[in-house]
């Protein structure tokens, strides 16, 4: 077999210009997910060139699940103290709690200076600081590839979050349901057949968890519902009442592959669309677990490369 050899590609062959050609690169949503994917969050309500007083900030948007205000400053160079300062202006006009620097190369002394934010700034405020390179193989397209460099000295807080909604610390059934996902995320990726679907995020004490397709518009969702006795794959679309109305014309072809007993469902005021498969089970039943992660995972995957090509 012939292998290709990976080479690194010249970010200003791929985009010319920081603002006109990076930043509205990274702000398409098929774009900001990878991003997003990397740091373990959710993304939306994107804003490029948003005001901040006399200035703008390259971008400016929302974490889906805490909705804490977050901006992106990107400089397709190394680090500099001018970018470190608009940084901490940008955060300061918008009151972002997740603050993201993405750039081509960084200093020691700026990476230190990320980490010393991380470790002095209240648990609410989260500093990145993230490197892009671009690759290919071959002739192939260069791809994108981000690189966490600086981030909160515990990212876990992303959990203590989610834990401090429920109003105190997680119940049982919350630590069961983070100990389910995070027992699925390792059957996964410890397991001998070769999937495509992938577990990036870090499992929360929450009866969901979220996977990407590769767009914002839309994810994979898998559920733990201990009230009706069954775990659940869906197809989650976000307020894009077309794409819904282009796959529910499949909906025969679609049901022959994922099976009849799928569900198309339109939530209120057309906020959003679900397509859910559910199996009835104990999802308490710990010794079952692993048929439950296959039969996920294999549905999972199954969703993915049915709807991809909606989007």
């Given at each position: 077999?012939?292998?290709?050899?990976?080479?690194k590609?010249?970010?200003?062959?791929?985009?010319?210009?920081?603002a006109?050609?990076?930043?509205?690169?990274?702000?398409?949503?098929?774009?900001?997910?990878?991003?997003?994917?990397?740091?373990?969050?959710?993304?939306?309500?994107?804003?490029?060139?948003?005001?901040?007083?006399?200035?703008?900030?390259?971008?400016?948007?929302?974490?889906?699940?805490?909705?804490?205000?977050?901006?992106?400053?990107?400089?397709?160079?190394?680090?500099?103290?001018?970018?470190?300062?608009?940084?901490?202006?940008?955060?300061?006009?918008?009151?972002?709690?997740?603050?993201?620097?993405?750039?081509?190369?960084?200093?020691?002394?700026?990476?230190?200076?990320i980490?010393?934010?991380?470790?002095h700034?209240p648990?609410?405020?989260?500093?990145?600081?993230?490197?892009?390179?671009?690759?290919?193989?071959?002739n192939s397209?260069?791809?994108?590839?981000?690189?966490?460099?600086?981030?909160?000295?515990?990212?876990?807080?992303?959990?203590?979050?989610?834990?401090?909604?429920?109003?105190?610390?997680?119940?049982?059934?919350?630590?069961?349901?983070?100990?389910?996902?995070?027992e699925?995320?390792?059957?996964?990726?410890?397991s001998?057949?070769?999937?495509?679907?992938s577990?990036?995020?870090?499992?929360r004490?929450?009866?969901?968890?979220?996977?990407?397709?590769?767009?914002?518009?839309?994810?994979?969702?898998?559920?733990?519902?201990?009230?009706?006795?069954?775990?659940?794959?869906?197809?989650?679309?976000?307020?894009?009442?077309?794409?819904?109305?282009?796959?529910?014309?499949?909906?025969?072809?679609?049901?022959?592959?994922?099976?009849?007993?799928?569900?198309?469902?339109?939530?209120?005021?057309?906020?959003?669309?679900?397509?859910?498969?559910?199996?009835?089970?104990?999802?308490?039943?710990?010794?079952?677990?692993?048929?439950?992660?296959?039969?996920?995972?294999?549905?999972?995957?199954?969703?993915?490369?049915?709807?991809?090509?909606y989007?």
């Open positions: 077999m012939d292998l290709g050899q990976i080479e590609v010249d970010l200003r062959k791929a985009w010319k210009h920081e006109l050609n990076f930043t509205k690169w990274l702000a398409k949503e098929e774009n900001i997910v990878i991003l997003a994917d990397e740091l373990d969050i959710e993304i939306e309500n994107v804003k490029p060139e948003e005001s901040a007083g006399r200035y703008s900030v390259d971008i400016l948007a929302d974490d889906l699940n805490t909705r804490r205000k977050i901006i992106i400053e990107n400089q397709l160079e190394a680090t500099d103290h001018k970018h470190l300062g608009q940084l901490l202006t940008y955060a300061s006009a918008h009151d972002a709690s997740i603050i993201i620097w993405v750039v081509k190369d960084y200093t020691e002394e700026h990476k230190q200076a980490d010393w934010f991380n470790k700034m648990e609410e405020i989260s500093f990145f600081l993230v490197q892009i390179e671009l690759w290919k193989i071959g397209l260069p791809a994108p590839k981000f690189n966490i460099i600086s981030q909160p000295n515990n990212w876990a807080k992303t959990i203590k979050k989610a834990a401090s909604q429920e109003k105190g610390n997680p119940s049982e059934l919350k630590l069961l349901q983070q100990r389910f996902w995070g699925m995320k390792d059957y996964l990726n410890n001998e057949n070769s999937y495509n679907i577990f990036g995020r870090t499992p004490p929450q009866h969901w968890y979220d996977v990407s397709i590769g767009t914002a518009k839309a994810n994979i969702s898998f559920s733990f519902n201990s009230k009706q006795s069954l775990i659940s794959c869906e197809l989650y679309i976000k307020n894009d009442a077309q794409i819904f109305d282009r796959i529910i014309k499949d909906e025969a072809k679609i049901k022959s592959v994922l099976g009849d007993d799928l569900q198309f469902l339109e939530l209120p005021d057309k906020a959003a669309f679900r397509i859910i498969r559910s199996l009835a089970c104990d999802p308490f039943d710990e010794n079952k677990w692993p048929q439950y992660f296959e039969w996920l995972i294999t549905n999972g995957e199954k969703f993915q490369k049915t709807f991809k090509k989007f």
